[in-house]
């Protein structure tokens, strides 16, 4: 059974940095397309950052380019955002998405992100 957990959430003050991991099992985590999405309340949710399983394809939303970074470790089944200079606005929920060969995606509960003094 595939399962994708997050953590590393937390508060933060603004101008600080976390670094959030998603753990993976259940399938070929090195097939994976890896995602993070945030949804922050009554917000759609949006895409933050992909990764392709070749570590060299990412892209990244406007709106935190810069200042976050996804790197996945294939050995590790693990998937991280780093996450720098943060914002009041990057406030949500961090959510993990895998899709895998086939398009069947699988998603993680989520990490609460609060940015706040």
């Known amino acids: 059974q595939a399962q994708l957990v997050e953590s590393g959430g937390g508060l933060v003050q603004p101008g600080g940095s976390l670094r959030l991991s998603c753990v993976a099992s259940?399938?070929?985590?090195?097939?994976?397309?890896m995602s993070w999405y945030r949804q922050a309340p009554g917000k759609e949710r949006e895409l933050v950052a992909n990764?392709?399983?070749?570590?060299?394809?990412?892209k990244y939303a406007d709106s935190v380019k810069g200042r976050f970074t996804i790197s996945r470790d294939n050995a590790k089944n693990t998937v991280y955002l780093q996450m720098n200079s943060l914002k009041p606005e990057d406030t949500a929920v961090y959510l993990c998405?895998?899709?895998?060969?086939?398009?069947?995606?699988?998603w993680g509960q989520g990490t609460q992100v609060t940015v706040s003094s």
């Open positions: 998405k895998a899709i895998v060969p086939g398009a069947t995606e699988y």
């Open positions: 259940g399938f070929t985590f090195s097939t994976a397309a």
């Open positions: 990764i392709q399983y070749l570590s060299s394809l990412r």
